[in-house]
């Protein structure tokens, strides 16, 4: 398999504690994002902030919303990074600053690369259907593309690989020689397995790649062990496949890509590199939208009826960059 993306320089596990194939569990911690809106948080966890350049992984769901609002995310801004909506279940609407306005469905993929700064809103369409579930995943940008102007990519058309037990959607990135058109920075890969009951599937990786495993339905076996929700696997680099077995069936995203070296400032939903620039970053986004003449770091978002999201307080101690690994 080839590299997901040119000109970026390569560099191996090698070097580093955790260079080969490990299998080490890190459990998710529940996060609440608003009244009725919980999520398990698998990235950044105590043990791990990256794998690869993807850099924030939640997972929500299966939820019941038939009686109520569902997602509702206020308009918000991002810096630094992408955005990878990926649904299981039910319906997003996003809308952002650059104008867009798309619903995303199961199997779609909604990529919005924040680059130099973007706001968005995601709401469950009104009305909508009896479940959402789904995941938020962020990926964070070199330093080199990190200021890029922003762009949003919505994509119904993602390469589907097949083999008997096994159905992969390729979100990003290429697998098996199957590659997602989303656009991406650092060489990297994201996948959702299906495996109907009986699997036993060998899946090819990148061993550069360092990858870890996110269960959403059922408890497949990975690599020799069952895995259910509410954990993300850290399987480390150096792998070249990876067995997968299902007696029961399973579904999991596998995530991966070469490791990040550079160290970030992560907060809120910023990345950065330096704690100044997230706070001019937050001083930008606190002053309001852009009146005609001013600096337009982050737009408005059209078409959302009701107030944006407020920044929290900084923390009283700088924020500090930080590597991959804890
Ligand atoms: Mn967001």
Redesign the pocket.
């Known amino acids: 398999m080839s590299n997901v993306a040119t000109d970026v320089p390569v560099e191996f596990c090698s070097g580093d504690a955790s260079a080969g194939p490990v299998r080490q569990l890190l459990p998710a911690r529940a996060v609440s994002l608003g009244p009725g809106t919980e999520v398990r948080r698998l990235l950044p966890s105590l043990g791990r902030r990256m794998v690869g350049a993807w850099c924030f992984v939640d997972h929500y769901g299966p939820d019941e919303i038939a009686a109520r609002p569902g997602m509702q ?1 206020p308009p ?1 801004p ?1 810096i630094g990074l992408q ?1 990878v909506s990926w649904l299981l279940d039910g319906e997003v609407h996003h809308r952002d600053s650059l104008g867009s306005d798309v619903v995303i469905r199961p199997g779609e993929l909604g990529l ?1 690369t924040a680059g130099a700064g973007i706001a ?1 809103a ?1 709401q469950s369409p009104n009305p909508h259907g009896a479940l959402l579930h789904g995941a ?1 995943l962020w990926v964070a940008l070199p330093d080199a593309e990190r200021a890029i102007a922003p762009r949003f990519e919505h994509h119904s058309g993602l390469p589907v690989i097949t083999e008997p037990g096994l159905r992969a959607t390729v979100l990003l990135g290429e697998v098996a020689g199957a590659r997602s058109p989303g656009r991406v920075h650092t060489p990297l890969m994201g996948v959702d397995v299906e495996l109907a009951p009986g699997a036993d599937v060998l899946l090819p990786l990148e061993p550069d790649f360092e990858h870890a495993v996110l269960t959403v339905s059922g408890a497949p076996d990975i690599d020799g062990g069952e895995l259910a929700a509410g954990a993300l696997c850290y399987l480390g680099c150096g792998r070249s496949q990876l067995r997968l077995r299902a007696p029961a069936g399973g579904r999991f995203l596998l995530l991966g890509g070469i490791p990040f070296d550079e160290e970030i400032v992560m907060w809120w ?1 910023f990345v950065a590199r330096a704690g100044a620039e997230v706070a001019a970053a937050r001083a930008h986004w606190q002053a309001g939208p852009p009146t005609h003449g001013s600096d337009p770091l982050f737009g408005a978002v059209p078409g959302y009826d009701g107030p944006a999201l407020g920044a929290p307080d900084l923390p009283p101690t700088p924020l500090k960059p930080r590597g991959r690994a804890r």
């Open positions: 995310v918000h991002h955005t919005m968005h995601e938020q939903n």
